[in-house]
T-cell receptor, first 117, second 114 residues
Framework: AQSVAQPEDQVNVAEGNPLTVKCTYS??????LFWYVQYPNRGLQFLLK??????LVKGSYGFEAEFNKSQTSFHLKKPSALVSDSALYFC???????????????FGGGTRVLVKP | EAQVTQNPRYLITVTGKKLTVTCSQN?????MSWYRQDPGLGLRQIYY???????DKGDVPEGYKVSRKEKRNFPLILESPSPNQTSLYFC?????????????FGPGTRLTVT
């Protein structure tokens, strides 16, 4: 069975400072990894994904994430946080098997990011 | 515009009163799923469908039903809702093509069962 852990319920950061949201995963085989963001009263918005290739992936809104196979981690980063980045962030993993449960994603519990001016 | 729509967006109901949450996608996607979101638990898959008339249980299917009579629609049915089904529900769809791993999520339905 696959699982995702987001060890921090909340991350507080000052505007302009680097932002990191941690994620570790467990899955059989090579993982497909994703980050989604949820703003208040909104659905999930896709930020970025790692499928294969370069371990550093770049996504929307200046976010990037680094895939580390040995540490089974996929931390989300942004060099300079904005107040508008305040939201709920979810890490998710999909098993590599084709047609796996309708492309089921297994999500972490979410990390709330609060960026203060 | 490519999108997944859900209705209603907000629903307050009483225990035992049957309800249906609709989901529709306009991308001709084969795969569709329902998830529920609960604090600290992230999103968990309730049911999924691989195509018309092909559905199966996800991780938390108890108390829910689904149907897939048309490719674009995937309603979630609660025959006898209970308070523990109070949650935020998301419908998602994806294709079997080259970008099959990309999921598109609806805006969510917040359900309260009293």
């Amino acid at each position: 069975a696959q699982s995702v852990a987001q060890p921090e319920d909340q991350v507080n950061v000052a505007e302009g400072n680097p932002l990191t949201v941690k994620c570790t995963y467990s899955v059989s085989g090579n993982p497909y990894l994703f980050w989604y963001v949820q703003y208040p009263n909104r659905g999930l918005q896709f930020l970025l994904k790692y499928i294969t290739g370069d371990n550093l992936v770049k996504g929307s809104y200046g976010f990037e994430a680094e895939f580390n196979k040995s540490q089974t981690s996929f931390h989300l980063k942004k060099p300079s946080a904005l107040v508008s980045d305040s939201a709920l962030y979810f890490c998710a993993v999909r098993a590599p098997m084709i047609k796996a449960a309708g492309n089921k994603l297994t999500f972490g519990g979410g990390t709330r990011v609060l960026v203060k001016p | 515009e490519a999108q997944v729509t859900q209705n209603p967006r907000y629903l307050i109901t009483v225990t035992g009163k049957k309800l249906t949450v609709t989901c529709s996608q306009n991308m001709n996607h084969e795969y569709m799923s329902w998830y529920r979101q609960d604090p600290g638990l992230g999103l968990r898959q309730i049911y999924y469908s691989m195509n018309v008339e092909v559905t199966d249980k996800g991780d938390v299917p108890e108390g829910y039903k689904v149907s897939r009579k048309e490719k674009r629609n995937f309603p979630l049915i609660l025959e006898s809702p209970s308070p523990n089904q109070t949650s935020l529900y998301f419908c998602a769809s994806s294709s079997t093509g080259k970008s099959y791993y990309e999921q598109y999520f609806g805006p969510g339905t917040r359900l309260t069962v009293t």
